[in-house]
């Protein structure tokens, strides 16, 4: 695959009848499973966070369980793209090696593969709580409708944030038992994180898009992209100030509350270090400052662990 990692598991170590099938699931390229699982942690650690008794032992379970929920339905979804964008990626000259368009999988095979990963995905998510099982069940809503959005708006990364962000209001979920405001507006956080790294990602395709007709955000902002992607940072990392102060205040102490905002303090700078970094010219460039948001991710979620803990 043409942005597959080099050197990846899929690759070498995979039964060869399997490899098309973890191709459609985008095995070989593990950051999407990261930045779907990214928004669960913050959820599950900033629910401890303003729960009195901290973390619980069923947290544990909460991390594992999103953690292959997060690879199993980035699989399930990645695959319902792939079947939905064939014809387009056929066009494309980085996509037109995957499974579908290149010949190793026909429809029916990706369809009935992307079942069984969602049955599995549904297995976990049975294991939660009725507001998180609920929740879960409602995103399917939103990951159908992510692989259309590029036809009918030029803001596509909005409907895949929507989508790759629901873990925070899930994790929450499955700790707490319901929702409040902090969770809503570290959802929202999480979808103007959203637009930042894949407008980035976008650039890689700008050109091909063009010719296709497909839309994105890369292509609406252009040359402007800089101060588009500087505006979202800086609104993601007021919204998750703001979710964590939601949550937390008043029962912190003031170690915890620096602790916390000492996460999205370090989110800043490293989203600030890939803006300097960004050249939207320079494709490879683009894929690796896409790749460093798991980084850049789990700076707050790192912090949020530790503020519980201390």
């Known amino acids: 695959m043409a942005d597959a990692v080099k050197g990846n598991w899929v690759d070498h170590l995979a039964p060869a009848f399997a ?3 973890l191709r459609l699931s985008r095995a070989d390229r593990p950051i999407g499973t990261w930045l779907l699982f990214i928004p669960c942690l913050w959820g599950v650690a900033l629910a401890a966070a303003a729960d009195p008794a901290g973390f619980a032992a069923w947290d544990a379970w909460i991390v594992l369980g999103c953690g292959l929920g997060a690879f199993l339905m980035r699989g399930a979804g990645c695959t319902w793209n792939d079947i939905t964008d064939r014809r387009f990626d056929a ?3 980085r996509t037109r090696s ?3 368009p290149s010949g190793q999988v026909s429809v029916r095979q990706a369809l009935a593969w992307m079942v069984i990963q969602s049955l599995l995905g549904a297995v976990i998510l049975f294991t939660f709580n009725a507001t998180a099982i609920a929740l879960g069940v409602a995103s399917l809503a939103l990951v159908a409708v992510y692989p259309f959005a590029k036809r009918f708006t ?4 909005v409907f ?3 989508a790759f962000n629901w873990g925070a209001l899930l994790a929450w979920a499955a700790h707490s038992g319901t929702l409040t405001l902090a969770p809503v507006v570290l959802w ?3 979808i103007t994180w959203t637009l930042f790294y894949d407008t980035i990602y976008a650039h890689q395709d700008k050109e091909d898009d063009a010719l296709i007709g497909v839309k994105s955000t890369a292509r609406l902002f252009g040359e402007n992209t800089h101060a588009w992607l500087r505006g979202f940072m800086v609104a993601t990392l007021l919204l998750m100030t703001l979710a964590i102060l939601l949550a937390i205040l008043p029962a912190a102490s003031a170690l915890q509350l620096v602790v916390a905002l000492g996460g999205v303090w370090g989110f800043g700078w490293h989203m600030a270090w890939q803006l300097a970094r960004l050249d939207t010219e320079d494709p490879d460039r683009c894929l690796t400052l896409f790749r460093a948001n798991r980084d850049a991710g789990l ?4 912090f949020l662990a530790v503020a519980v803990l201390v």
């Open 299 to 302: 700076i707050p979620a790192l």
């Open 188 to 190: 929202v956080a999480g």
């Open 98 to 100: 995957r499974p579908i």
């Open 154 to 157: 030029w803001w596509p990364q």
């Open 19 to 21: 490899r098309p099938y």
């Open 91 to 93: 066009q494309v000259a």
């Open 160 to 162: 895949l944030g929507l």
